[in-house]
């Protein structure tokens, strides 16, 4: 079972395969700063930096399948809101990144060949 | 064919939003800030039909576009504010600047259209 599911994105895309693939290929090379920023967030426990990043990525889990992960990211966003609870962030975005580098590898094993 | 102003920081939905839009036969103007989004709406040449928009965005915010289209240059054109769920206090002051409706992101593409469409209809 694949870690990520494009029947959203195949829906908005209505046929149009360069928009689909135009949509992956920005996911794939972005990504990565996505979770520098979260990373870099996290080490400076900068939760105002981490809410925001999480909240603008969530939507780009569901576009290309990664349900799960947004409902981890959701979670994360809640926590990184309410100060008493920011010491739970640690440990819940360990699994959410372990899950996103995997699924993302996944991804890029499957569309790399778009971002050459 | 009705022209729709789409303002979105994200590029992944901002370009969702756009194709959906296309698909249903409509002028889209994307952009990616309010700040943008208020040069285009105070050009009168534009002709904007529609307003959709997203909430939190760097310089100029969602709240404050709305704000600007209502009591500064005064449009009663439609505003669809796009947000996610869990920002209800948001929404809800979106409503009060003057806001019509909203969709949740990620967006369902049906929902979409049946919005966008009763809106137009509707002025």
Known sequence: MKLYDLKYLEEIAGGDNAFKEEMLKYYIENTPAVLQTLDKSLNDADWGSFRFAIHKFTPNLTIVGMTALAGLANRLEVLATSPDKTGEIPSVYSGFREGLVNALSELTGDFGYLTK | ?123
Request: some cysteine.
């Open chain 2, 1 to 123: 064919m009705p022209k729709i102003l789409v303002c979105e920081d994200d590029f992944m939905v901002l370009k969702t939003v756009e194709h959906r839009l296309k698909l249903d036969g409509y002028a889209v103007i994307a952009v990616s800030d309010g700040s943008k989004a208020r040069d285009v709406l105070k050009d009168p040449a534009a002709e904007v039909r529609l307003i959709i928009t997203d909430l939190l965005m760097p310089y100029v915010s969602g709240l404050e576009l709305i704000n600007t289209v209502r009591n500064e240059i005064k449009l009663e054109i439609p505003i669809i504010v796009l947000s996610k769920l869990g920002n209800e206090d948001t929404v809800l002051e979106a409503f009060n600047l003057g806001a019509d409706d909203y969709l949740t992101k990620p967006f369902s593409p049906n929902e979409l259209s049946v919005r966008v469409k009763k809106l137009l209809m509707r002025r």
